[in-house]
């Protein structure tokens, strides 16, 4: 398993990658990529080799690299990796919602448009159905 330096505010995952929805690369080793990363809100996340990234779903196996995603604050229970979101937000009776970027959340309101990013809240707690919700400002980029 590759070692993977720790950066504030990112949760990394080992021999792991994202293809593609890349915004542009910078220096990993000195930093650069992860605080040009906390300053733009387009981006979501950034690989060992410097990419900084608009996705990191649907993580890859990588030897040898690293994947980061930038933790978020607020409503977030939790992040993983995800087969079944609906099966593991069902399981959480705290999860309201999760969003396509991995993060179960806890509160789904209020929400901001981010290009790319899909929340679903939970339509109906009895029957755990989801609906996407798209905030107020949505058609700016649907």
């Known amino acids: 398993m590759t070692g ?18 890349d915004i542009g690369r910078y ?17 979501v996340g950034f690989n060992s080799d410097g ?9 890859v196996r990588w030897p040898g690299y690293c994947l980061y995603t930038k ?18 937000c069902n399981a959480d009776s705290t999860c309201l919602g999760f ?6 959340k806890y ?3 209020p929400n901001r448009a981010v290009p790319g990013m899909c ?7 009895e029957t755990s159905k989801f609906q996407i919700e798209h905030p107020p400002d949505a058609q700016a980029w649907l």
């Not at 220096?27 to 981006?43: I, L, M, T, Y």
């Not at 900084?52 to 649907?58: A, L």
């Not at 933790?71 to 593991?88: E, L, N, Y």
């Not at 929340?119 to 707690?125: I, K, M, P, W």
């Open 107 to 109: 509160a789904i309101t």
């Open 71 to 88: 933790r978020a604050t607020g409503d977030d229970i939790g992040s993983q990796a995800f087969s079944d979101p609906v099966a593991k």
């Open 4 to 21: 993977c330096p720790q950066f504030a505010g990112y949760s990394v995952t080992a021999d792991a990658d994202h293809n593609g929805d």
């Open 51 to 59: 990419w900084m990234k608009t996705s990191v779903s649907n993580p």
């Open 27 to 43: 220096s990993f080793s000195n930093g650069d990529a992860a605080n040009r990363c906390n300053v733009d809100p387009s981006c």
């Open 119 to 125: 929340l679903y809240a939970r339509n109906n707690v």
């Open 99 to 104: 969003n396509n970027a991995g993060w179960y």
